[in-house]
């Protein structure tokens, strides 16, 4: 049965930015025979699966008749309340008279002061509106070209955001979308932000920073256009009339999220003068920008419509994020913003990131991205034990598969083009795994296939070593390491630090802390009967013998405890990818 469709106007109003409220206003005209209507706060925004409850920031939440009357209403489940309408309205609900309209207005406050790409956030400064954060639905109505209105402060004076701008004047700032996914899809950033932009194949592109980075020598503005312009060039066309970057720039934050004609972005500033730094940076972008195709437009079958109440469960988050988080750094390297030695550093990073994370062991990527509500988003002490990342993971397995392509003649290119090719064709449902296997058939053959398959939905250790050589490189192991390093012995622990105190904030699967019994959140205090602290752990590390037993005294829950362990020899780690045919390695990238 079709939905019924009705035509909504929200209303969002920041008064006292400085109390980090915004006001909603949602008014429509209900068409139905039913003695209620249903509106939900929607509980998780795509592109980021966990459900993230945002009605727990609701308060004041009233209902309205067409005359100004009070409705009654029920909160019906956590982010959803049921309006009712008054008996006299009934009483026209009489068999064979025709539907009638309802006129309504709902209004609550938000509030908005977390800091990330997923939430809102208002203060004395600037608005950053993530929208189903705001935003309200009607349960079982398609809204149909909904429009929104933002009323702000006097004294900020830019507004950046990819809805339709339908404005009749300067004095407002009314905007429209195709339908509720699409008006949650557009963020809004609103304040004094320095904006930039350029045009590309006729299409205007808009750059917002707020926050403040370090003097630095980067070109950043060029540096977007180019990255915009390979990826652009790459997929053949821009699938959008006008693209808005939005960055946050302030100390120790770091993420972004996709949207269907922009993106959030979160940077520390000041590390984009370090070069290590920047190149993360230009990653970050290439990373959200490519969702424009890959995410926002092909996606799993699962992942559109949306249900904004419950979870959207899909097993192929790693076409998702696994294909964006590898061509991310690809296409850094081929805009020619980094060397083949620093591109080839990141996916040494990324190998021993993987090798690193025991949890491979025991979770698909199958796995990782049907769990992903319940293990990516939710890390604990035993994380990396049990689980394995569809971003990390994800990105290793199409780095092989570009190499496997690549020796039958083709590439990550061509498996582009078909993906884009199948959206083209049926935009409006998006493809599940066995189409994707069927195009990797078609550019590989079956044995390409086969192993791409095993790759996903098994746990058998990847061919790492094996196919870099294929592509001309050498896969260099840290034998070689420092004398006193060999000497050193291994707990195989993570630590955190409370001033000079030291806890342990998790233990690798089947190092000696593991077989020791130490646990995640024990304080060390004395080890070999010497005390330690901040200041000289590294030291007393490095003067411990693998092969060799100590006493380890631990706080641990308010009690003193005694644990023995016998250290390990450090475990050897790839230190190196080694270029040993520059040409052939080109080939397999560009």
């Known amino acids: 049965m079709e939905k019924k469709t009705m035509k909504v106007f929200y209303n969002l109003t920041i008064q006292n930015p400085e109390q980090h409220y915004v006001r909603v206003s949602m008014r429509g005209a209900f068409t139905g025979k039913g003695p209620s209507m249903t509106v939900f706060m929607p509980s998780w925004s795509p592109g980021s699966y966990l459900m993230r409850e945002y009605a727990r920031n609701i308060r004041a939440f009233r209902a309205f008749g067409h005359k100004g009357d009070y409705l009654s209403y029920e909160q019906v489940d956590k982010g959803a309340f049921e309006i009712r309408w008054p008996s006299l309205d009934l009483a026209r609900d009489r068999p064979g008279e025709s539907e009638d309209e309802r006129e309504f207005e709902i209004m609550y406050d938000v509030f908005c002061h977390e800091i990330s790409v997923r939430t809102s956030y208002v203060d004395i400064g600037h608005a950053f509106l993530h929208l189903p954060t705001l935003l309200m639905g009607v349960e079982g109505v398609s809204l149909v070209a909904p ?6 402060p006097p004294l900020w004076s830019k507004i950046s955001t990819g809805l339709e701008d339908i404005s009749p004047s300067r004095e407002i700032f009314l905007y429209r979308a195709q339908d509720f996914d699409q008006l949650l899809d557009c963020p809004i950033e609103i ?65 972004g999220l996709e949207h269907h004609n922009s993106t959030a972005l979160h940077f520390d500033g000041a590390r984009l003068v370090e070069r290590k730094g920047y190149i993360k940076w230009l990653a970050l972008v290439a990373h959200e920008y490519f969702h424009a195709w890959n995410g926002k437009r092909i996606r799993p079958k699962e992942l559109g419509p949306f249900n904004y109440r419950q979870e959207g469960y899909t097993r192929m988050l790693w076409l998702v994020e696994g294909l964006t988080s590898f061509m991310d750094e690809l296409f850094v390297f081929r805009c020619g913003l980094i060397t083949l030695e620093e591109y ?247």
């Open 344 to 590: 080839l550093e990141l996916q040494k990073n990324n190998f021993k990131s993987y090798l690193a994370t025991p949890g491979r062991r025991f979770h698909s990527l199958e796995d990782s991205s049907f769990n992903a509500w319940i293990k990516l988003y939710r890390p604990d002490e035993n994380s990396a034990n049990s689980s394995i990342s569809y971003y990390l993971k994800g990105g290793v397995v199409f780095f092989l598969l570009n190499i496997l392509l690549k020796m039958k003649g083709k590439g990550i290119n061509d498996f582009l083009a078909s993906l884009w090719k199948r959206y083209k064709t049926r935009p409006e449902v998006g493809p599940e795994a066995e189409e994707v296997y069927h195009m990797i058939e078609a550019l590989g053959g079956k044995d390409v296939r086969e192993k791409f398959e095993s790759f996903v939905m098994t746990t058998e250790e990847l061919p790492l070593q094996s196919l870099l050589e294929s592509m001309g490189l050498a896969w260099v192991w840290g034998e070689d390491r420092p004398e006193d390093a060999q000497k050193s012995g291994y707990f195989g622990i993570k630590t955190k630090f409370d001033g000079e105190r030291i806890f342990i904030s998790s233990v690798v699967l089947d190092g000696p802390a593991f077989k020791s019994g130490l646990n995640a959140g024990d304080e060390i205090l004395f080890v070999g009967g010497h005390r330690v602290v901040r200041s000289d752990w590294e030291d007393i590390g490095r003067n411990l013998l693998p092969g060799q037993s100590y006493e380890i005294l631990l706080a641990r829950m308010g009690r003193l405890v005694r644990v023995m362990i016998t250290l390990d020899r450090p475990p050897t780690e790839l230190k190196e990818i080694k270029i040993v045919d520059r040409e052939k390695v080109l080939k397999f990238l560009i």
């Open 147 to 152: 429009e929104l209105c933002v009323n702000f």
């Open 191 to 255: 304040g004094c932000q320095q904006t930039d932009g350029f045009m590309l194949k006729n299409v205007p592109h808009e750059l917002a920073f707020y926050g403040e980075m370090l003097h630095n020598r980067h070109p950043i503005l060029k540096d977007i256009e180019t990255i915009v312009t390979t990826v652009a060039n790459t997929m053949g066309e821009i699938p959008y009339g006008r693209y808005v970057f939005i960055t946050h720039l302030a100390s120790g934050i770091y993420g």
